[in-house]
């Protein structure tokens, strides 16, 4: 691609740049010259100068998405490693770490190895997590070393929750050598199992109070402290407990990090008006009070909480058709985080630098420098991974159809500002909305 971007402004957190009306030459698939502004004989200006006291379009490193389940081995139905891939390059993504909780799991060294060829040759980087348990059943630790030597990114038994937290500390130990982290989904699944009293499987149980969060949080924080060592991430935190729990754990300086997803961060209960089938809107942990909404958006913009990530969770319109305490938890995520953030996550306006860095350094520090990735920076003269997007552009979740093979989000229908205009990995465009950034096929071809 040639072209000159003109109008735009310019975040790169790690290169302490936040600069309005600027204009951005990508030649050849590198940024060539970031400037106030270029004119170049013969190169064609994409103009995306904002109307006067319009938001301007952001050009910043492409996203880093912590936390998505891409449902291949075992539910093409919902979701491919392709389509999943698309899905999150529209989003202005070019990196997703993949979920171990897969049919069959991600819990041998074979199955990372493999989970990793078929993820290769796509547009967007898909990075794996192996399972902290085998069959993620909480008994019996997976290989760590081994599976970490055929190319897991971090461990982790999403989804579940059976570990205790003496095995929690052994595996943190373990993985403090190999410099990966552990997630954790801090769902208590003894008390989730006292508080229904259905027999069916934990993970589609639907009464899960604060309380079964807290204590989760709470156990694998001590777990932590016990081990001395490693890096322990918790995923997708959802009430107000947990960010106390997190900020108490900080101050006494354990190495703890935290994400939060964009509907934690913008959706409660009681909801204005209930999505049908009312399934959408089941998510585990559940989306939560107003009161818990509000101090995770605090928590996000001071940084205690470092990421924002989607728990992208594709299903069967089967699965959600069902009634609401048999249904499949998780909404799909890819598409819509940034506008999702943007309009109703608290994350717009004079938060929008701090967004970005939720969405790309802040992921990145968390995975660590074992995991490959390369820093998310714009530079001038390398291969371009970045994206552009537009924050007062509106849409309309589902009106034009999503990349996703599934729908299960409550936001179909909803208007949100924020789109994604280009996404660049490697120097190669890996989504483009060619009503906004019309360059001819030839220039986009051109690596
Ligand atoms: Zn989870």
């Known amino acids: 691609m040639n072209a000159i971007l003109r109008g735009v402004r310019v975040i790169d957190p790690l290169g302490r740049l936040d600069a309005a009306g600027q204009d951005v030459w990508v030649d050849g698939g590198k940024i060539l010259a970031i400037y106030h502004h270029i004119e170049a004989a013969g190169v064609p200006v994409v103009d995306l100068t904002p109307a006067d006291g319009a ?7 492409s996203f880093i998405d912590l936390h998505a389940h891409l449902r291949q081995p075992g539910d093409d139905e919902a979701e491919t490693l392709e389509s999943g891939s698309r899905a999150a390059a529209a989003g202005g993504y070019t990196h997703v770490v993949a979920m171990a909780n897969t ?27 192996a399972a902290l348990t085998l069959g993620l059943e909480g008994v019996a630790l997976v290989d760590i070393r081994r599976c970490i030597e055929a190319g ?39 008390m989730i199992a006292q508080a229904n009293a259905t027999q069916g499987p934990v993970t589609r149980s639907p009464i899960r109070p604060v309380a079964t969060e807290t204590r989760a949080v709470n156990l694998a924080i001590r777990a932590l402290s016990h081990a001395r060592t490693g890096n322990l991430h918790l995923q997708h935190l959802s009430c107000e407990g947990s960010v106390a729990s997190l900020r ?17 961060l913008s959706m409660w209960v009681p909801v204005a008006e209930e999505p049908d089938p009312q399934a959408l809107r089941k998510v585990n942990p559940p989306l939560r009070a107003e009161r818990d909404r509000v101090a995770l958006v605090q928590a996000l913009r001071e940084g205690l909480i470092e990421a924002v990530a989607t728990d992208h969770a594709p299903h069967r319109a089967a699965e959600k058709a069902l009634a609401y305490g048999d249904a499949a938890p998780g909404m799909i995520g890819l598409e819509t985080a940034l506008a999702t953030c943007i309009t109703i996550g608290g994350m717009g306006g004079e938060w929008l630098a701090t967004l970005v860095e939720r969405m790309t350094v802040g992921p990145y520090r968390i995975l660590g420098p074992g995991s490959g990735i390369p820093e998310p920076r714009l530079r001038i ?31 179909l229908g909803a208007t949100l500002r924020g789109t994604v205009l280009l996404t660049m990995s490697g120097g190669h465009v890996i989504h483009r909305d060619p009503a906004r950034v019309p360059v001819t096929s030839e220039q986009v071809g051109s690596a």
């Open 103 to 129: 049919m069959p799991p991600i819990d041998t060294p074979e199955r990372v190895a493999e989970a990793r060829l078929a993820a290769s040759n796509l547009p967007v980087s898909i990075l794996q997590v």
């Open 381 to 411: 003269g390398e291969a371009a991974t970045c994206t552009l997007f537009d924050p007062a552009a509106e849409w309309t979740v589902g009106a034009s159809p999503l990349q996703s093979r599934s729908r299960n989000t409550p936001l």
């Open 152 to 190: 897991a990114v971090a461990l982790g038994d999403d989804g579940r929750n059976g570990v205790s937290p003496r095995q929690l500390a052994i595996a943190l130990a373990e993985t403090a050598h190999l410099s990966r982290a552990v997630f954790v989904h801090p769902e208590d699944e003894e």
């Open 55 to 61: 938001d301007a379009c952001v050009l910043c490193p």
């Open 248 to 264: 108490r754990a900080r101050h006494q300086g354990l190495a703890v990090s935290a994400e939060v997803t964009p509907h934690h």
